[in-house]
């Protein structure tokens, strides 16, 4: 069993910046793939980003490629980052953490979810 929290969310202007984070407990870290979904009002949840367990294999989604950022630290924090630059209105949704076997842009291939965070960017 893996227990995933998310903070860093909030609302932020276009063009700014935020850091979105995830800590895991319960199981060896660095066995999974971690991966960022995000969800907006009325739409269904779609792929943002994804890092392999050694951290060397990354994946993004074409709307976020050169915004957004996903890193890890398994050395003695657990966790992973999103850093997203660059924000857009249409970065608004809430943000979910989730890991499984490996790295893929599926959210079905995820076994574990966190609670999400919301991020907001005005116009």
């Not at 009002?41 to 993004?60: N, Q």
């Amino acid at each position: 069993q893996v227990q995933l929290v998310e903070s860093g969310g909030g609302s932020v202007q276009a063009g700014g910046s935020l850091r979105l984070s995830c800590a895991a407990s319960g199981r060896t870290f660095s066995d999974y793939g971690m991966g960022w979904f995000r969800q907006a009002p009325g739409k269904e949840r779609e792929f943002v980003a994804s890092i392999g367990g050694s951290g060397g294999i990354t994946y993004y989604a074409p709307s976020v490629k050169g915004r957004f950022t996903i890193s890890r630290d398994n050395a003695a924090e657990n966790l992973v980052y999103l850093q997203m630059n660059s924000l857009k209105p249409d970065d608004t949704a809430i943000y979910y953490c989730s890991a499984g076997p490996r790295a893929t842009t599926k959210a079905t291939d995820y076994d574990y979810w966190g609670q999400g965070t919301q991020v907001t960017v005005s116009s």
